[in-house]
């Protein structure tokens, strides 16, 4: 199987899939992967790694994600969902433009307060994201 990627690296596509396949248990070894960055852009940053590993369970069982649905995150080996810089501003951004579910690693907490109980869209390990949109 071939796995290509433009505008994302093709050893974190290579990462994501082996995490895919061992942590969620995706039968992708038998399937070619093919990622494109649309308008040209170069995704350099981690935070894009949990979108990435949704879009391809999306298409392999050939379920959309959501519309106004905003997903980040960084995936770690172990199917681990790790928070990124900038949290609290991306949630603040997606919801200012209209989007009604955020797929991301709970919320910091603001100074002084408790952390937050897991809501609705909050995740912390790959299993509950696929969970959460139903792949």
């Known amino acids: 199987p071939q796995r290509r990627a433009d505008g994302f690296d093709t050893n974190r596509l290579q990462l994501l899939i082996a995490v895919l396949t061992q942590r969620a248990k995706l039968p992708l070894g038998q399937y070619d992967v ?6 040209g852009f170069q995704i350099t940053e981690p935070s894009a790694d ?5 879009a391809i369970a999306s298409a392999l069982n050939n379920v959309s994600i959501p519309q ?3 997903i980040f995150g960084e995936v770690g080996l172990g199917g681990e969902i790790r928070r990124v810089p900038f949290d609290e501003k991306r949630r603040n951004e ?24 897991g ?3 909050e995740v912390k ?3 509950d994201a696929l969970q959460s949109l139903a792949l």
Do not use: H, Q, S
């Open 34 to 39: 093919y990622v494109n960055v649309a308008g």
């Open 119 to 121: 809501g609705p869209g």
């Open 125 to 127: 390990i790959l299993a």
């Open 68 to 70: 106004k649905t905003v």
């Open 50 to 54: 949990l979108a990435v590993a949704l």
């Open 94 to 117: 997606a919801k200012r433009f209209g989007y009604t579910t955020i797929i991301a690693p709970p919320a910091r907490p603001a100074k002084g307060e408790a952390p937050p109980v």
